[in-house]
């Protein structure tokens, strides 16, 4: 398997998960050393050193893999959204899926399947509507950036290339993502709703995002867009109280907008709108959700807490 991002989040449970499974990974990284220090070594596991958003010789190692897994982008919660940064967030993303897009056309042996990141911030503040996969983009920075690094995957097509479009929702995770900074607040008794709380949080345990990754890359059927939430979103206040209940302390000190934009600029925007967003097309394929419900989700991940915070 060759895969780009996978010194992230999901990308590093994703290398774990395949190679406890038997597969060998292929990992193109910007910084070998460092990737190896977070992933560890492993007989099946190789690093390769290049700048995904440049065309180079890594190109000629997609020929004769299996698959390929494209979840390489700049954090969107890393710092402040200056102009530079927004173009460094569309940049990692849509530079990169071109560059792996033409390795796969210069192939001489051709993957089976491209799997793809996106997010679902593609669809953009929605409010109360139910969204599936056939629902129509936003028009809002993020979700702009996801159209255009969606769009930039599909002339894999044209090459006999399976591809699925994965639109990955609020990943939880014991080890990074939103979880950890929602637990600190709460442990210490300031945490609450941000915002209205009234916002839809689609949400995904980490074991889930991973297996569907998973799913994607073995099951022929599953191909275009694909939602990857939990089939029960919650509002932002729901998901703060079940997190306070699970490790025992309240969670009810609303954060107000105005502190939120002053303390992080324009991403602030994010945590106080969201969408509803349904993995329909995940459900009729067959997947089987380990964490369809946010109770037991938040009971694995937060066991021992708040002591193991």
Known sequence: MFLTGATGLIGSHLVRALLDAGDRCLVLTRNANRAAQQLGSHERLELLEADPTEPG???????????????????????????????????????????????????????????????????????????????????????????????????????????????????????????????????????????SGRQWVSWIHIADIVGIIRFALTQPQCEGPVNGTAPEPVRNRELVRAIGSVIGRPAVLRTPYFMLRVALGEVAWMLCTGQKVLPRKLQELGYVFRFPKLPAALAELLSGQPEAA
């Open 57 to 195: 010789n890594w190109m000629e190692r997609v020929s004769d893999m299996d698959g390929v897994v494209n979840l390489a982008g700049a954090n969107i919660f890393a710092r402040r959204w200056s102009a530079e940064y927004k173009a460094e967030i569309r940049r990692s993303r849509v530079q990169t899926t071109r560059c792996l897009v033409q390795a796969v056309q210069q192939a001489t042996d051709r993957p089976l399947v491209f799997v793809q990141g996106s997010a679902i911030g593609y669809y953009g503040d929605r409010g109360e509507e139910e969204l599936d996969e056939q629902a129509a983009p936003g028009d809002d920075f993020l979700a702009r950036t996801c159209v255009e690094w969606e769009n930039a995957a599909y002339p894999v097509r044209d090459c006999n290339v399976r591809l699925v479009l994965i639109r990955t929702g609020v990943v939880l995770a014991r080890d990074g993502g939103a979880l950890p900074t929602m637990l600190r607040p709460i442990r210490f008794f300031v945490g609450g709703p941000v915002g």
